[in-house]
């Protein structure tokens, strides 16, 4: 069976070159010729976040990467400020409850980003609190958060740092050393146009002097793997021959440098246009099939459009539709607008004009069928 395009906001579907380094006889994951490959990859995409500092490729999942950046800085018993949009914020509290770290939310109401206010209001109440988190994109919504108000305020308190960039880095711009943003993960199977199995976890300047020299007995939340000192001390003791501390995903950190090469083929600003292009033209196109958007264009990211289903839709028979005509996967609400709502990402090979086009005539199709009209 043939898989669908996907258009659901990560993993996406990647380019024929991407998938052609992934099917290529495992290669080794030592010596020159792949440390030379790393360290490029390594080099390209702490360009993309924009820091001075290092980027390790942890292999594993997003969250593996936010539970090292939270537990490589921060001991059991310490406190931070979680800012809380949706569901993935909702994670991240997850995670740092599990770290043993003591969680303050800081919540919004339906799609409204955090304001540098109510964090400067909420962190006047906690003095204990050493870090802050947040999701850059919180991909549920589709909304994009202030990331760079909100960090300049926790760093003029003194605070570290920590954004979950996952389904927003390649997608929308970030400068992690330029907007005060400490530490930052992202995964390459969503915004890069990579495949799935690597988080890149960048530390900055100000960061890696906290991993490195943590306070005296302090015990760090982490274990061995996932304690970004550990990847630190392997990079410089074994640093041309095995660069990181275990065995390595090769022909996955291929995969994503084939995809990073593209991206600076074009530019990293052109690839963010691509993807910001593809949200306008979807959304413009849903306007004119009389659908609206759950999030308005100011504060939606580039990377997902989540959309408002209308009256009389299923939303659930809708995707199913969409996958067995037309083979197309996009992706259901999540809650709290499940049922209400569907999302479609702009990712990878759904970035394509054609793809959008595509889509957007099956929903037309979709709707005259169905006989479902505008909402009002
Ligand atoms: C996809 C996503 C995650 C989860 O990533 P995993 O790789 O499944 O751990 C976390 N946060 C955001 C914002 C995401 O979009």
Redesign the pocket.
């Known amino acids: 069976m043939n898989e669908p395009l996907l258009l659901v ?2 993993p996406c579907t990647v380019e024929p070159d991407v998938l052609a380094t992934l099917g290529r006889p495992v290669p080794l994951h030592y010596g020159p010729h792949w440390t030379a490959t790393y360290d490029r990859l390594r080099r390209q995409l702490a360009e993309v976040f924009g820091t001075a500092g290092e980027v390790h490729l942890l292999f594993g ?4 990467g ?1 539970e090292m950046t939270l537990g490589s800085v921060l001991a059991p018993g310490d406190e931070l400020v979680v800012v809380v949009e949706g569901i ?1 914020g909702q ?1 991240l509290v997850e995670i740092a409850r599990t770290l043993g770290l003591v969680v303050h939310e800081l919540r919004t109401e339906g799609t409204r980003p955090a304001g540098g206010e109510e964090l400067a209001a909420m962190l006047g109440g906690h003095p204990a609190v050493r870090a802050v988190a947040m ?5 549920g919504t589709g909304v994009l958060t202030p990331v760079e108000r909100l960090c300049r305020t926790a760093r003029a308190a003194g605070l570290i740092t920590v954004v ?1 960039a ?3 880095l390649g997608g929308a711009p970030l400068r992690m050393d330029d907007w005060g943003v400490d530490l930052c993960v992202t ?1 390459a199977n ?1 915004c890069l146009g990579g495949p799935v199995g690597v ?1 890149p976890v960048a530390v900055g300047p100000r960061a890696l002097e906290l991993i490195s020299a943590p306070p005296a007995r302090r015990r760090k939340a982490v274990g061995w793997y996932l304690d970004l000192a550990t990847w630190h001390r392997y990079q410089d003791m074994w640093s041309s021959w095995h660069p990181h501390p275990t065995t390595m995903p090769g022909n996955v950190v291929h995969a994503l440098a084939t995809a990073t090469d593209r991206i600076f083929e074009v530019g990293l600003d052109a690839h963010h246009r691509r993807i910001a292009a593809a949200a306008r033209q979807a959304r413009g196109g849903l306007r004119a099939l009389g659908l609206c958007t759950l999030v308005p264009d100011e504060i939606a990211a580039p990377a997902v459009t989540s959309v408002r289903a209308p009256d009389g839709m299923d939303v659930d028979h809708y995707l199913r539709w969409l996958v067995d005509k037309h083979g197309m996967l996009a992706a259901a609400g999540l809650p709290p607008h499940a049922g209400a709502s569907f999302r479609v990402g702009h990712m990878g090979r759904a970035a394509e004009p054609g793809v959008v086009t595509d889509w957007l005539d099956a929903t037309r199709d979709y709707l005259r069928i169905e006989g479902i009209g505008a909402r009002s």
């Open positions: 906001p990560g999942p997003g969250s593996a936010m993935f994670r999701v850059h994109h919180e991909t979950d996952i389904s927003s995964v969503k988080a």
